[in-house]
């Protein structure tokens, strides 16, 4: 299907454990970025992409980790998962307009 | 780095009534859009709206860039319309900075 999809889009995790969210968009658009949404503080960038191979911290990187190999993927790497980062994360792909993702929720025990 | 303000921060309204929302910007911007969070969590963009007008059914949007504001008029205001908007900018490389959002009631 055409768009962009988020997996998982619930998940469950413990404090110190490694987890991956997955992005994938059928649009080829250049540019893809990670928003995490809190209460009180909006969506707030976390980390975008420019093309294949071309990262940049947004405004809150802290304890994340990106890779993008392919235009199409973008997924986001949380090393060792804290409290902190429970949230609910979004991605979205952009050329001109920007489109979102479905969100994935987290929640770190 | 720029702020975005939005207002009003909450508006309850009742079904069939009209609603500006407004978007006050710090600095000058390349890029301007608009969004809809349904109750859902659903992103949904609505404009891309850097400066002039647009409209989309019962939605329109104007950016006047000059001033740094934009607004969002919502016409005939339907109970689906709930959720909250947020006006996002950019000044370059497609990051878009979000606003606090407006969280719209309509009630039947």
């Known amino acids: 299907d055409a768009g962009i999809t988020q997996s998982p889009r619930y998940k469950i995790t413990e404090t110190g454990r490694q987890v991956t969210l997955m992005c994938h968009q059928t649009?080829?658009?250049?540019?893809m970025f990670w928003y995490r949404q809190d209460l009180g503080h909006g969506l707030r960038l976390i980390y975008y992409?420019?093309?294949?191979?071309?990262?940049d911290k947004g405004e809150v990187p802290d304890g994340y980790v990106v890779s993008r190999s392919k235009t199409e993927n973008f997924p986001l790497t949380l090393e060792s998962a804290t409290r902190s980062q429970t949230s609910v994360y979004f991605c979205?792909?952009?050329?001109?307009?920007?489109?979102f993702g479905p969100g994935t929720r987290l929640l770190v025990l | 780095g720029i702020q975005v303000e939005q207002s009003p921060p909450d508006l309850i309204l009742q079904e069939g009534a009209n609603s500006t929302l407004r978007c006050n910007f710090s600095?000058?911007?390349?890029?301007l859009q608009w969004f809809h969070q349904n109750p859902w969590g659903q992103l949904i963009n609505l404009f891309y709206?850097?400066?002039g007008t647009k409209q989309n059914g019962r939605l329109s949007a104007t950016t006047v860039a000059t001033e740094r504001y934009s607004l969002l008029y919502i016409s005939s205001s339907q109970t689906t319309d709930s959720g909250v908007y947020f006006c996002?900018?950019?000044?370059?490389?497609?990051?878009?900075?979000f606003g606090q959002g407006t969280r719209l009631t309509i009630n039947p």
């Open positions: 996002a900018v950019s000044q370059g490389a497609q990051k878009l900075v």
């Open positions: 979205a792909s952009s050329s001109e307009t920007q489109y």
């Open positions: 600095d000058s911007v390349n890029n």
């Open positions: 649009w080829s658009h250049s540019y």
């Open positions: 709206i850097p400066s």
């Open positions: 992409s420019a093309a294949a191979d071309i990262t």
